[in-house]
Nanobody
Framework: QVQLVESGGGVVQAGGSMRLSCAASGRTFSDYAMGWFRQAPGKEREFVAA????????FYADSVKGRFSISRDNAKNTVYLQINSLKPEDTAVYYC??????????????????WGQGTQVTVSS
């Protein structure tokens, strides 16, 4: 089992920045690729970004490329999502997730084994 706890959400004005954190506990953190997903009200959960086991390779949804940055610190068992130039359409609950699948980078939620409870990000215009 892997337990994931997100933090860092809140309310921010459009154009602002925010850093989300996801702390992992349980099994060996570096055995898992990590991803961030988000779900806006009335919409399906969508892939945002993913990072490889070592942190050396990252993937992003087209909608967030250039504004979002995913990283991880395996010594701290933590994955981060830096969000810049926030837009009202970024408002959602953000979830981190852990995957052992080789195709984690495709961003399919069913390839992720463990999920956090989510943290709310609200962007005001």
């Amino acid at each position: 089992q892997v337990q994931l706890v997100e933090s860092g959400g809140g309310v921010v004005q459009a154009g602002g920045s925010m850093r989300l954190s996801c702390a992992a506990s349980g099994r060996t953190f570096s055995d898992y690729a990590m991803g961030w997903f988000r779900q806006a009200p009335g919409k399906e959960r969508e892939f945002v970004a993913a990072v490889s086991w070592s942190g050396g390779v990252t993937f992003y949804a087209d909608s967030v490329k250039g504004r979002f940055s995913i990283s991880r610190d395996n010594a701290k068992n933590t994955v981060y999502l830096q969000i810049n130039s926030l837009k009202p359409e970024d408002t959602a609950v953000y979830y981190c997730a852990a995957s052992k699948a080789n195709n984690y980078y495709r961003g399919n939620y069913y390839n992720y084994d463990y999920w956090g409870q989510g943290t709310q990000v609200t962007v005001s215009s």
